[in-house]
């Protein structure tokens, strides 16, 4: 399938490696012309080379700090077409009532205010232009909280609710704001919070472990041409894991 791409200025954050290094990796192979962002200018840089990506150093916690890297961005490649957000996840712990205030705020800035002022930055130049795809990295614990994972499900959802929100309201400019749900791919976090052992894969309906690839073959599509009339929509990526409708 022809996704229609090539040429389109795409920015993906939290993407020195993981689920973020695999989209743009994705969407440079589309001929997209691809920005990449992280905390660390070393990670970023190296991460940008292997994919023939421009690196920048943006904290996606930093919500002030969102519309200077967009501007920066559209300095160096042209005005951004493609957002795609990400961060790294917050903290995990069994006990849902053991994370402190400052925990909730911190993961407040960094999953929800930091993406939405990204979206914010893009929207305009996007609807303006009338052509524009946001996706939003999310996770399948929107849909069935994980009792380790509380912060990222609580700050999570409520990204869902206001971009759900938002594609309505730029539906009719061009633009499609979606988000993608992963259950457990096979990234440096998903090792980290030990979900690659026997006991947790055997609980895993595929048996396995979803692929970045795989996972950034939907991200692709999600920002391609073809996809124009996809919008509001959430996308589980998790080999059939959640048990929900
Ligand atoms: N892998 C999964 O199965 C899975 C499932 C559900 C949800 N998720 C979520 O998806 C996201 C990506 O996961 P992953 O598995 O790719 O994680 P990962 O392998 O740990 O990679 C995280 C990436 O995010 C960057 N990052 C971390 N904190 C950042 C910040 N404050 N600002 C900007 N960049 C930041 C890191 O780069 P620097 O260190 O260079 O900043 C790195 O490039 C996480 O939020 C995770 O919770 C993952």
Known sequence: MELGIEGKVAL??????????????????????????????????????????????????DGDAAF?????????????????????????????LSFTHEQWRATYELLLLGALALVEAVLPGMRERRWGRVLSLSSSVVREPNPALVLSAAHRAGLLAALKTIARQVAGDGVTVNSLLPGVIATDRARELGLDNPEALAQLPAGRLGSVEEFAAAAAFLCSEPAAYISGTALLVDGGGARSV
Do not use: C, Y
């Open 12 to 61: 993906v954050t939290g993407a020195s490696k993981g689920l973020g290094l695999g989209v743009a990796r994705a969407l440079a192979d589309e001929g997209a012309r691809v920005a990449i962002s992280s905390r660390s200018r070393e990670r970023i840089e190296a991460a940008a080379a292997s994919i023939g990506a421009r690196g920048f150093v943006h904290d996606t916690a």
């Open 68 to 96: 200077a890297l967009v501007q920066a961005v559209s300095a160096e490649l042209g005005p951004v077409d493609i957002l795609v957000t990400n961060s790294g996840g917050p903290p995990a712990s069994p006990d849902a």
